[in-house]
């Protein structure tokens, strides 16, 4: 099983529509973080969590919500999705109690609105 | 799976030649810094990182440099291999409670 999976793979939906992503880890990590990718773009912070219902704004929260009710489970929020809002999406976790800075990532989220 | 490495910049090289991947980095006070590898379809993948007392590391068949006076990453793959090709990306960071910055990342292609 993968460490970081993230359900749906792939999620087509129509906009005004409410969606979530959702995202679960298996390596006792306490920081989860939600990244937006668009082609061209690179990574973009949406928001994340150090903690259990610790929750923080990245560069990109308008129009995205979370919820971090668990230290495995963060989840990712379009309350009303509109098509700029199609993306590739991406959950990602860190430890830094382990002495290890870097990000695991899991496969990524294709959503699409139409 | 989407091609993410839509118009990025593209590094073209021969199979077996070495690579050299070059990222400028904005943030002076950044003091950790990581090279991540995407391919298609598929979530970045951690390669190597640096902190910033130091100025090269190695691992298997890679090399990162940090050139702190000009703010200037570079990560070296020798002998490039086809299994190689992907989207690099560098990524800083300044202080612990702070988060990964993703530059928008290069393509790397290998001619066989």
């Known amino acids: 099983d993968a460490d970081v999976t993230q359900t749906p793979r792939n999620r087509i939906t129509k906009t005004g529509k409410r969606i979530m992503l959702e995202c679960s880890q298996t390596k006792g990590h306490d920081r989860m973080y939600w990244y937006r990718q668009d082609p061209g773009l690179g990574l973009r912070l949406i928001y994340y969590?150090?903690?259990?219902?610790?929750?923080n704004k990245g560069e990109i929260s308008d129009g995205y919500s979370v919820s971090r009710q668990a230290q495995a489970k963060f989840s990712l929020s379009l309350e009303s999705a509109i098509p700029n809002q199609t993306a590739l999406y991406f959950c990602a976790t860190s430890d830094r109690s382990s002495g290890n800075y870097g990000y695991t990532f899991g496969s990524g989220t294709r959503l699409t609105v139409v | 799976g989407e091609n993410v490495g839509l118009h990025l910049p593209t590094l073209s090289v021969q199979e077996g030649d070495n690579s050299i991947i070059n990222c400028a980095y904005s943030?002076?006070?950044?003091?950790?810094f990581i090279w991540y590898k995407q391919e298609s379809g598929k979530g970045p993948q951690f390669i190597i990182d640096?902190?910033?007392?130091?100025d090269k590391r190695q691992g298997q068949r890679v090399t990162v440099l940090l050139n702190k006076t000009v703010k200037h990453l570079s990560l070296q793959i020798a002998a490039t291999q086809p299994g190689d090709s992907a989207v690099y990306f560098c990524?800083?960071?300044?202080?612990?409670?702070?988060?990964?910055?993703f530059g928008k990342g290069i393509t790397l292609s290998v001619r066989p």
């Open positions: 969590s150090f903690d259990v219902k610790d929750i």
């Open positions: 943030n002076s006070a950044s003091d950790y």
């Open positions: 640096i902190r910033s007392n130091m």
């Open positions: 990524a800083e960071e300044s202080g612990a409670n702070s988060k990964l910055t």
